[in-house]
T-cell receptor, first 114, second 115 residues
Framework: QQPVQSPQAVILREGEDAVINCSSSKALYSVHWYRQKHGEAPIFLMILLKGGEQKGHDKISASFNEKKQQSSLYLTASQLSYSGTYFCGTENGSSQGGSEKLVFGKGTKLTVNP | KAGVTQTPRYLIKTRGQQVTLSCSPISGHRSVSWYQQTPGQGLQFLFEYFSETQRNKGNFPGRFSGRQFSNSRSEMNVSTLELGDSALYLC??????????????FGNGTRLTVT
């Protein structure tokens, strides 16, 4: 039940926008987004929760479509620092407090050039 | 507050040997998850522990095992190493009892090379 991310890679010029999609074959309970720079640990960006609540980063936004079982990460007016690999992690559960595992997609490599 | 600490950072082992990796979570975090990262495969879930109990396990062979101690520190063990086990092993801790509203905090990983 690994989520599917698209695109696999994207190259932008500084200031351009990008959208990264994450789709699951199972009902989503929560979606996590992380960014990993080369040689570093993944860092948390935001969590999207079933029911519409959103947490996280104020310069990057995301949506969560429960019906379509997908989430999208929106990067607007990209900066050089946005470069890295973005991972979505999905939790498939049916009740709050459940102990479903967090499964990650294969990642989307984002390169922002000057 | 100290972050997630993984030791060692690098490890070179020979096929057939076994290895133990260690993870110290952020103080107060009771959940520890382990992931294997290889190029092109993303983060593959190994297992997750909460309060010394394994709550979830990924699709890895029985050669991969783990445990969590009463102080929330965790270890994972790989026995009878194979060349395909070469990877970056990431440990992540989280505060909550579920991932629903609790982000993961990752360590820098242990880079395992099997020759």
């Amino acid at each position: 039940q690994q989520p599917v991310q698209s695109p696999q890679a994207v190259i932008l010029r500084e200031g351009e926008d990008a959208v990264i999609n994450c789709s699951s074959s199972k009902a989503l309970y929560s979606v996590h987004w992380y960014r990993q720079k080369h040689g570093e640990a993944p860092i948390f960006l935001m969590i999207l929760l079933k029911g519409g609540e959103q947490k996280g980063h104020d310069k990057i936004s995301a949506s969560f479509n429960e019906k379509k079982q997908q989430s999208s990460l929106y990067l607007t007016a990209s900066q050089l620092s946005y470069s890295g690999t973005y991972f979505c992690g999905t939790e498939n559960g049916s009740s709050q407090g459940g102990s479903e595992k967090l499964v990650f997609g294969k990642g989307t490599k984002l390169t922002v050039n000057p | 507050k100290a972050g997630v600490t993984q030791t060692p950072r690098y490890l070179i082992k020979t096929r057939g040997q076994q290895v133990t990796l260690s993870c110290s979570p952020i103080s107060g975090h009771r959940s520890v998850s382990w992931y294997q990262q290889t190029p092109g495969q993303g983060l593959q879930f190994l297992f997750e522990y909460f309060s010394e109990t394994q709550r979830n396990k990924g699709n890895f062979p029985g050669r991969f095992s783990g445990r969590q101690f009463s102080n929330s520190r965790s270890e994972m063990n790989v026995s009878t190493l194979e060349l395909g086990d070469s990877a970056l092993y990431l440990c992540a801790s989280s505060l909550g009892q579920s991932f629903y509203n609790s982000p993961l905090h990752f360590g820098n990983g242990t880079r395992l090379t099997v020759t």
